[in-house]
């Protein structure tokens, strides 16, 4: 199936509505194919506008998936008139219950050992037929290169066809690039999805992700942790996002003339 991407400040962005990229996951994980997902929101494409690494990680990546509202309405403004919101947790949700109906295992990767057993019981209870085929809790430091051939044969030997990666951006999206090819299953880089779904943190209603304020529900529950990283990465996209909208307006102006 043809993938289709448009370019939000200079990022390729997965065109495909939440069902079709669920769908297209699902058949690769049944193959246990190596594929790199990663989940974009303004902060990863501020990263990758600044950084050539990551830029060159989402224009490789087998998926990107417009996570934050933003990135949706620019892609509704740039011809993906039908697109809707692909987030980490809504991927995550789907994919445990896809994956139970289908017999596909899965796989735990980062965070914390706490929250890490948290989803594990959570999963237990709301996906009984779920298999969870392992769970890692890694260190901050990098692993050497003994701990990540032993974790990449123990991923592999376990037969999960998804393996969800909770690093934080854009250290999990460097790990799933730097393992395309040797681990054998669908890597999704979920981030914050990790300690949400363990009860740990908030989501913010429906109702506040649809007006796509959840960045500032984020905010209020995580002050010292994020008002650095909002405060210099919204500004700049929206500046970036006007330019590349008003540019796209000339050009289609001088093809009508």
Request: proline share 5%; charged share 25%.
């Amino acid at each position: 199936m043809y993938i289709s991407k448009v370019n939000v400040v200079s990022s390729p962005v997965t065109a495909l509505i939440f069902e079709q990229q669920i769908e297209i996951m699902l058949e690769w994980a049944k193959k246990r194919l190596s594929k790199v997902v990663c989940v974009a929101n303004v902060h990863m494409l501020m990263e990758a506008h600044w950084h050539a690494d990551l830029k060159s990680i989402l224009e490789t990546a087998d998926m990107v998936t417009p996570d934050g509202m933003p990135l949706v309405w620019m892609m509704r403004l740039l011809g993906a008139k039908a697109q809707d919101r692909v987030a980490g947790l809504d991927i995550f949700h789907a994919v445990c219950h896809k994956a139970a109906l289908e017999g596909v295992t899965i796989y735990l990767i980062g965070s914390t050992s706490e929250v890490l057993d948290e989803m594990k019981a959570r999963l237990q209870k709301e996906f009984p037929k779920l298999e969870v085929a392992g769970i890692a809790p890694l260190p901050f430091r990098p692993l050497t290169e003994a701990e990540d051939e032993a974790l990449m044969r123990d991923i592999n030997e376990s037969g999960a066809g998804f393996a969800m990666v909770s690093l934080g951006c854009p250290k999990q999206e460097k790990w799933m690039a730097q393992h395309r090819g040797s681990l054998n299953a669908v890597m999704i880089g979920l981030g914050g999805a990790f300690p949400v779904y363990a009860g740990l943190h908030k989501r913010a209603p429906k109702w506040i992700r649809d007006m796509g304020f959840e960045w500032l529900y984020r905010l209020l529950q995580e002050p010292k942790r994020l008002w650095k990283r909002y405060g210099t990465t919204i500004p700049p996209f929206i500046i970036l996002a006007m330019q590349q909208l008003m540019m796209r307006n000339r050009l289609q102006r001088s093809l009508r003339t």
